[in-house]
């Protein structure tokens, strides 16, 4: 635990961190409750070297700290750094630390710092640029519980995810989502990580919730969509983000209500260049899905009446909830209603309707003379 | 000057926590004026030939150094082009020096491999003692001998010898003479404390770790979120942070590209580009609290040849959000406050350092400003633009603080002029491998370093 970390999960000033690991050293001492506690301190001041006068600032460890403090001629300031349970081998798991708490808290680095800098505003965007929106929510601070534990970052951010992916409804499915979305979101972390952590977790929620759709309609394909949908909803373009959605969450499909036309507008040359280049790289996987969507298609529509090919099979009906946007991917469209933009993709529909009913036609007709199978 | 300040709240955290700690500004940023127009490059054109540069050079510095060479050896002395020399007549003439070594790289060396010779390996220095100096101007050339330095001098500066010819055709040098300091520019410093931190070397994407841990100490430090009370309120006061280049370690500099075939190397990334992200987040905690500069160095996503242009802003995305940072050219020139910078990254220095006997960095430094050039080596060893119109490189005006990045240690000097110039001279270390910055104070012109640590397995000091 060091004294960053404690500021970005309490709140609270830096100062008031360092304080408070102070206060609990001190009194887990008096009380000496037996479990050794291990701190190092931060330890700056002036040290004659070379001849000239050097600032020298270092983190040490509670047994080097008198030996440091009798080597610099004077002291600038001494605090507790951090506290952890084992003795520390090098100070990499402190960096580690800091480096995990920070990246998840980037845009607001500077809020518990002592220093405030009135230069420090974010630009207004020319048009061609592109800044991210400087409303952004406020870093989730981490369940309190999980931050007192004193778990590593790692494990506390497992649990959040969880949480904020669970969105109440999908609590059973999302179970088995949160392995998916865990993965994802690292990989979207890996793949995107100059995009903050606070954009990342949109997305990631939506994809749990598409990837709770798309399981039950598994292989349909709005790849394109995916990205167009957190985009909108963030109103921000970052066309990296979009770019890793694709390949990470390539069966799932697109659900988001509320287009927002601008954004779409803006992203019309993206999505079609990556459309192209999702219909590429999924075309030979979604292959055999689609063959198995088609055939479980066709099996629906013949159990169901001829009158109910309208009738939308269930799986699709959420999808029809949302209006969807985006050039369609060959496999998928039956469910789409002409609403759908693409003409060619209705054209298609069509085509399809046509041979279903065909083949429907001739099975009911051996229906009647005799059962086939 | 740092830390006595500080000294005196050094222990108030140790403590209870107290009622809400006080933040402070930053100082605000008074007077900062950009003035490396000069190396931004608009349009480039490399149908040029590089002699253009000699002659602009030549013909710029040409009426100073007449100047000087008047002030120091007389006002009567003749001054001659080489063409008008006349045997055993004591003249001062007026020429770029070349020095002719047998080590130096040369591509015709190289085009000679097809005769299975060994390609030179790089060497730390090129000097011989076989090295000789010929001095040129526009028309002619000479052979130099004499009272003149061989192994200190390197090719492209531009000198006053005084001598006269001898009757085997070679010039014999009594004395020469650089430039020197140039009139100094009026002082209009803060009054109040107001510091400024050099850093350079970050060397972002090595694949060691342990600077990392160094680098994180620097920003926590300036933003304010390191030290107690006093240190904090120090830290307030520094107006800006300039990063003197190579923030991307050389081991991003993979050529796996170039050697490796195409389908081998088709789904990695360049090195750079996970240090690049880095970067940008390290740069985002600076932004947010302190402006900074950031120079583009020898082994960061640039061009290579000087003067190198700032970084993309498109790189650089969180960051670049901020108004805060400025991406700027190598070499840097600002006024900061009232106090004239002028900075390079490094590169001029170690390439003279490869020529030249000199080997103290800071040395090399005084000897720039006193040769009235950046970069002498320029167009010769090191990559240059084919400038034709001027050239940049050459002094105009006397800095208040001249540095140089990517130093093997820090070294600084006030250097004191006859006309009252006070120049102070800052060799910033590479921070990747001496974990010291330089915090340079404008009031007094004085610099300090700081030095940042962790601990190790075995964490001797």
């Known amino acids: 635990v060091t004294y960053k970390w404690l500021s970005y999960t309490l709140g609270v000033h830096v100062n008031q961190a360092k304080q408070m690991l102070y206060d609990y050293v001190e009194r887990k001492r008096r009380e000496n409750s037996g479990a050794q506690l291990h701190v190092t301190y931060l330890l700056a001041g002036n040290l004659l070297q070379n001849g000239h006068v050097c600032h020298k600032v270092a983190v040490v460890r509670e047994d080097k700290l008198e030996a440091m403090k009798s080597k610099l001629a004077t002291i600038a300031s001494v605090h507790v750094y951090s506290i952890q349970k084992a003795l520390l081998k090098d100070s990499s798991p402190l960096y580690n630390t800091d480096y995990d708490i920070v990246k998840t808290n980037l845009q607001h680095c500077s809020k518990f710092s002592a220093i405030r800098c009135a230069a420090a505003v974010p630009r207004t965007p020319p048009d061609a640029a592109r800044a991210p929106a400087p409303a952004r929510s406020p870093p989730r601070h981490r369940d309190p519980d999980a931050a007192v534990n004193g778990h590593g970052p790692p494990a506390a951010k497992g649990p959040p995810q969880q949480h904020r992916g669970i969105m109440g409804m999908f609590a059973a499915k999302a179970a088995a989502k949160p392995q998916d979305t865990h993965k994802e979101a690292k990989a979207e972390a890996k793949e995107a990580p100059g995009v903050s952590a606070a954009s990342s977790k949109p997305p990631t929620k939506n994809n749990i919730m598409n990837n709770f759709f798309g399981k039950a309609a598994m292989n349909k394909l709005k790849v394109s969509s995916v990205p167009e949908q957190p985009k909108e909803e963030k109103e921000v373009v970052k066309p990296s983000v979009a770019g890793a959605e694709p390949e990470s969450s390539p069966n799932t499909a697109a659900e988001k209500p509320g287009k927002k036309t601008e954004p779409a507008r803006t992203q019309q040359k993206d999505k079609k260049s990556k459309t192209k280049r999702a219909d590429r790289s999924d075309d030979e996987e979604e292959r055999d899905p689609e063959n198995v969507k088609k055939k479980r298609k066709r099996i629906k529509q013949l159990q169901s009446d001829s009158s109910d090919e309208e009738d939308v099979p269930p799986s699709p009906t959420p999808e029809e909830e949302r209006a969807p946007s985006p050039p369609p991917v060959p496999a998928l469209k039956t469910e789409l209603e002409p609403a759908s933009t693409e003409g060619s993709a209705a054209g298609r529909k069509r085509k399809r309707k046509r041979v279903l009913k065909s083949k429907m036609f001739i099975d009911e007709e051996e229906g009647c003379m005799g059962k086939t199978g | 000057m740092f830390s006595e300040q500080a000294a005196p709240t050094a222990q108030g955290l140790l403590a209870p926590p107290s009622a809400e700690p006080p933040t402070f500004p930053r100082v605000p940023v008074s007077g900062y004026s950009d003035c490396s127009q000069p190396f931004q490059l608009g349009e480039r054109s490399f149908s040029r030939q590089y002699a253009h540069i000699y002659a602009v050079r030549l013909a710029g510095m040409r009426p100073g150094l007449e100047q000087r060479a008047r002030s120091q050896w007389g006002n009567d002395i003749a001054l001659r082009k080489l063409s008008e020399l006349q045997a055993g007549e004591k003249c001062c003439v007026v020429g770029t020096l070349f020095k002719a070594m047998q080590l130096q790289p040369s591509i015709l060396q190289e085009i000679s491999e097809e005769h299975n010779l060994v390609p030179q390996p790089p060497l730390p220095k090129y000097i011989q003692p076989s090295d000789e100096l010929i001095l040129e101007d526009e028309l002619q050339r000479i052979k130099l001998e004499g009272a003149i330095d061989v192994q200190k001098l390197v090719t492209g500066t531009i000198l006053a010898v005084y001598g006269s010819e001898q009757d085997d055709g070679r010039f014999l040098v009594e004395d020469h003479c650089f430039t020197g300091l140039l009139p100094p520019l009026p002082w209009t410093g803060p009054s109040s404390d107001r510091f400024v931190l050099l850093a350079s070397g970050l060397g972002l994407g090595s694949v060691s770790g342990e600077a990392l841990l160094g680098t994180q100490l620097l920003v926590d430090m300036v933003t304010g979120q390191l030290g107690a009370e006093g240190e904090q309120s120090c830290a307030a006061h520094i107006t800006r942070v300039i990063l003197a280049g190579n923030l991307l370690s050389q081991n991003t500099q993979s050529r796996d ?62 960051a670049s959000a901020f108004a805060t940072l400025r991406l700027v050219t190598n070499p840097y020139q600002a006024n900061l406050d009232g106090v004239r910078f002028l900075g390079t990254s490094g590169q001029n220095i170690s390439d003279i350092f490869k ?60 250097l004191q002029g006859k006309e009252g110039q006070r120049v102070l001279l800052v060799t910033v270390p590479d921070f990747s491998a001496t974990q010291t910055a330089c915090l340079v104070n404008l009031r007094d012109l004085t610099c300090q370093p700081i030095t940042f640590s962790g601990f190790g397995a075995d964490s001797e000091d």
């Open chain 2, 257 to 318: 590209t170039i050697n490796k075939a195409k389908y081998l190397t088709k789904k990695t990334q360049a090195a750079s580009v996970e240090a690049v992200k880095m970067l940008d987040e390290i740069l985002l905690q600076l932004c947010t609290s302190v402006p900074v500069d950031v120079m583009p160095g020898e082994f960061d996503p640039t061009n290579y040849t000087l003067p190198q242009q700032p970084l993309h802003r498109c790189m650089l995305p969180l």
């Open chain 2, 355 to 414: 020529y030249s006997s000199m080997d103290d960095y800071l040395e090399i430094l005084e000897w720039t400003l006193l040769a009235g050039h950046i970069s002498p080596t320029a167009p010769d060893t090191l990559g240059c633009y084919p400038f034709y119109k001027s050239d940049p490189f050459i002094l105009t005006e006397c800095p208040h603080v001249y540095f140089c990045g990517n130093a093997p240690h820090f070294q600084s000097k006030l």
